[in-house]
């Protein structure tokens, strides 16, 4: 029977989501009749309207897909990370994964400086709205609420780099935007105040060692 773990996913204006992962057991063939096991167990029943598989930097259109081959699934709906595409009579789920949670906040609001306009030529709430809605569609830990105003809207991400690379590419497509100072994300746990770490392994010669420490310890970091 089949397995799939959905562990990625792509957006095209064409077709919609497009759910991405390696397949585990069986062959998965385009316009079979599939059942979609969703992380809280309830199973809803799918097709697939095409397979594809990655080739290059592109893609390439396939009738069927065997186990351990990556492919794009299109024609699924109300899918999420760590569902399971099964087999449509028998369905049997995987083991789930976590996505991460966001760890730094930016609010995102509309352009009211004298040089309004001057920048770019998606410039309303409602331009800045439906492109962070369709950022939703493809970028994982992304997340974004709205405000009291119509015109901010609070953006969730990964950390700054994750926030800076979406800037960017929205100021490049014509998007014009303030951006406010980022805010770490501050959780409660067991009534403990907790703000994100991250752990990392360094692997370098002796003799450069002191500089990896210094470096380190300007970012407030433990070694």
Known sequence: SVQMLITSLDYSSFTGRIAIGRLQRGVLKSGANVSLVKRDGKITKSKVKELHVFEGLGRKKVE????????????????????????????????????????????????????????????????????????????????????????????????????????????????????????VIIREIDGVECEPVEEMTIDLPEEISGKAVELVTMRKGDL
């Not at 024609?75 to 976590?98: M, R, S, V």
């Open 64 to 183: 069927e897909v065997f186990a351990g081959d990556i492919c794009a699934v299109v024609g699924l709906e109300g899918f999420e990370i760590g569902d399971t595409i099964a087999d449509f009579e028998t369905p049997e789920a995987l083991k789930t994964i976590a996505i991460d949670e966001p760890t730094m906040s930016m609010l995102f609001t509309i352009n009211d400086s004298p040089f309004f306009g001057k920048d770019g030529k998606f410039v309303t709430s409602r331009h800045i709205k439906e492109r962070l809605t369709k950022e939703l569609e493809k970028n994982l830990a992304l997340r974004v609420e709205e405000t009291d105003s119509a015109d901010k809207f609070m953006v969730f991400g990964r950390g700054v780099l994750h926030l800076s690379v979406l800037i960017e590419t929205m100021r490049r497509e014509g998007y014009e935007l303030q951006i406010g100072q980022p805010q």
